[in-house]
């Protein structure tokens, strides 16, 4: 009896000590996403963070980035950070969301916000960061989110007007609410990879696209392009997503550091990424592109012909949820 009560307190402490021992071992976040470049607003955030984490929590918490889809693209990622084993966080586009909440398109809703500090007032406010758990039952928690910027027009052709755009196929992310803005143009829309844009525009595939002038100029869409209509339609945006399995498995005191770099971090990259679209709008201007920019009059044509989108989304995403992003405003 003896024996087995020095074996049973044998096995006690040795699995303390494996406890203790596994507690204070480092905790790697792998960070996933599919945007490749050093310069790009997520790529620079994302980078941003690691390098902030691992300086002020180094042997306790380390991130990993890994970028250009190298780890997984974002289809496979929300699966895999649901099971919360082999990647722990990333940051989609919000048009990823679709499968497991409709709640993200209201940033698809064309000219909702007037600016982006319009966004970010919404994203901040309490329907904002409502939206960031909206897939918690899913096995996902939002943590934040990261700008890319306004989006603007560009086609094979002047767009100043709204009929400017009838007829023309243009290229828009994997969004229903993005196919349906353009045929309340009378425009067509066809779903691309991002990385295809370019050469469908090049080749005719696709007249035109929406997007933020960084993705414009980086990108040389404005080559293959009569030019870039200055619209600010509508926003390009990412959510910093975790696994909720890990996150609620961390220790409170490892969330809360994250949580505060994590909000640092936001507040600084989005203002570079204001600061990264301006300069690109210039550097398209430099490079003999042509940018048009719209009177308040015509803009209110567009926004006329295309807000009725937003009735058409309305039960999806909530006429409250639509109401609190316009009082930003």
Do not use: C
Request: charged share 25%; aromatic share 8%; proline share 2%.
């Amino acid at each position: 009896m003896r024996i087995v009560k020095l074996a049973v307190a044998a096995v006690l402490a040795a699995s303390l000590f494996t406890s203790v021992a596994a507690s204070a071992e480092e905790i790697v976040i792998k960070f996933s996403h599919v945007t490749g470049g050093k310069t790009h607003p997520k790529a620079l955030a994302a980078e941003e963070f690691a390098k902030r984490v691992n300086a002020q929590m180094a042997g306790r918490v380390r991130v990993e980035v890994y970028p250009g889809g190298s780890l997984f693209n974002d289809d496979d990622l929300l699966i895999e950070l649901i099971k919360g084993k082999s990647v722990q966080m990333g940051s989609p586009s919000l048009s990823k969301f679709e499968a497991l909440t409709k709640k993200f398109r209201i940033f698809d809703l064309p000219f909702l916000f007037d600016d982006i500090n319009a966004v970010n007032r919404f994203q901040m406010s309490e329907k904002g960061q409502e939206l960031l758990g909206s897939m918690k039952k899913k096995g996902i928690l939002g943590l934040t989110f990261w700008h890319n910027g306004m989006k603007q027009m560009s086609a094979n052709k002047a767009l100043v007007s709204p009929s400017d755009a009838k007829g023309l196929k243009f290229r828009v992310q994997q969004s229903d609410v993005l196919v349906a803005q353009m045929e309340a143009l009378g425009a067509t829309a066809q779903k691309l990879a991002f990385k295809e844009v370019y050469g469908a525009l090049q080749t005719g595939v696709v007249d035109a696209q929406e997007n933020t002038w960084s993705n414009i100029f980086s990108k040389k869409f404005f080559e293959v392009q009569d030019g870039v209509t200055e619209t600010n339609h509508g926003i390009i945006d990412y959510a910093v997503i975790v696994s909720r399995r890990f996150w609620e498995g961390l220790p409170t005191d490892i969330r809360t550091d994250l949580e505060r770099i994590m909000a640092e971090v936001t507040a600084d990259r989005n203002k570079l990424s204001y600061e990264l679209n301006q300069a690109s709008k210039a550097n398209i201007i430099k490079a003999g592109g042509v940018v048009r920019t719209l009177s308040a009059s015509q803009r209110a044509d567009w926004v006329k012909t295309m807000k009725p989108v937003w009735a058409q989304f309305e039960g999806d995403i909530g006429a409250d949820m639509i109401a609190a992003a316009q009082a930003s405003n």
